[in-house]
């Protein structure tokens, strides 16, 4: 999880996230997500706009008051209900250490549960046509 994090172009600048226990990193869509406290709280990614900078898992009704706290975040343009700091941003790295903290801290108002993983079934069709596929 560290060493997915550490080798992120925007790694360091979260980095304060790895000492909390809790603390998982996944790959979502080309972007390093990171989980702490079991809830997705910030992706890092380094596409082209607005694929680029930290998007903040969050809910509508936060917004505001995260807007607040970091006056750079916009609403991202693809995936509404998040937030995103973007990396041409004056002071970046300064805001995406305030979002870890906030992240870190367990703050209410950043975060999403994860989807439950859907297990795939295979249709009784599909294992018959495996079954009969050696004969």
């Known amino acids: ?26 790959a979502m869509f080309g972007a390093v997500a990171c989980y702490v406290h079991g809830r997705l709280m910030l992706a890092l990614a380094a596409g082209d706009p ?10 509508r009704e936060h917004h505001a008051a995260l807007r607040v706290f970091v006056p750079e975040l916009r609403v991202h343009a693809v995936l509404g209900k998040w937030l995103y700091l973007p990396a041409a941003e004056d002071g970046f790295e300064r805001q995406a250490r305030r979002l870890a903290e906030l992240a870190l801290a367990d703050d209410p108002r950043i975060g999403v549960e994860p989807a439950a993983r859907r297990r795939r079934v295979r249709s009784s069709a ?3 046509s495996r079954r009969g596929s050696g004969r």
């Open 1 to 26: 999880s560290l060493v997915r994090l550490l080798r992120h172009p925007y790694g360091d600048a979260v980095e304060v996230l790895a000492r909390e226990p809790s603390f998982v990193t996944r």
């Open 126 to 128: 599909s294992r018959r």
């Open 50 to 59: 607005p694929w680029d900078g930290i998007l903040v898992a969050t809910a």
